[in-house]
T-cell receptor
């Protein structure tokens, strides 16, 4: 079946630098994408979303970019902080009721 | 506080024993979901329910059962048929914009 995947399982970034987390998806019919952040021992939390009719969306310190031509989604975190250390998942809406998740990227922020 | 409430946070199961994980919500979600997460892995769908008194199997339903007698409640039973139940279990509800709100999870360990 089609699935959402992430390019790298881990990312180490210096505090204060920008982080870029990538995700490739395979379902060209997906119309809605979400990034989640999961801290150790907790449930995933919504970060930002984007619909397929958009290329870019900005939040507080985060930006999501969508390239439908190559089926690529990315999350950019500006001025990465220690509290940004977590696992980040991308998700795509495959139909009205279900999301498909990638395996996640573990981000570690170095002091 | 509104949200998805999972209990208990930690649960221990003996070999051959059935255990039930609780998931309660006060967000008026119609659709609810159960996911399993293994260390370093993504989320795998166990069961989901779109409306009361209806539910469907996900990708890894064997050894699990659910019920949806009330809109607010979607308990998951891990049966003795599930041979490798040690994992982190997440319950989620579908929001109006198409994403999920997650609970804080239950960590199940076989002893």
């Amino acid at each position: 079946g089609e699935s959402v995947g992430l390019h790298l399982p881990t990312l180490s970034v210096q505090e204060g630098d920008n982080s870029i987390i990538n995700c490739a998806y395979s379902n060209s019919a997906s119309d809605y994408f979400i990034w989640y952040k999961q801290e150790s021992g907790k449930g995933p939390q919504f970060i930002i979303d984007i619909r397929s009719n958009m290329d870019k969306r900005q939040g507080q310190r985060v930006t999501v970019l969508l390239n439908k031509t190559v089926k690529h989604l990315s999350l950019q975190i500006a001025a990465t902080q220690p509290g940004d250390s977590a696992v980040y998942f991308c998700a795509e809406r495959a139909n009205d009721y279900k999301l498909s998740f990638g395996a996640g990227t573990t981000v570690t922020v170095r002091a | 506080d509104g949200g998805i409430t999972q209990s208990p946070k930690y649960l221990f199961r003996k070999e051959g024993q059935n255990v039930t994980l609780s998931c309660e919500q006060n967000l008026n979600h119609d659709a609810m979901y159960w996911y399993r997460q293994d260390p370093g892995q993504g989320l795998r769908l166990i069961y989901y329910s779109q409306i009361v008194n209806d539910f469907q199997k996900g990708d890894i339903a064997e050894g699990y059962s659910v019920s949806r007698e009330k809109k607010e409640s979607f308990p998951l039973t891990v049966t003795s048929a599930q041979k490798n139940p040690t994992a982190f279990y997440l319950c989620a509800g579908l929001t109006g914009i198409g994403g999920y709100t997650f609970g804080s999870g239950t960590r199940l360990t076989v002893v």
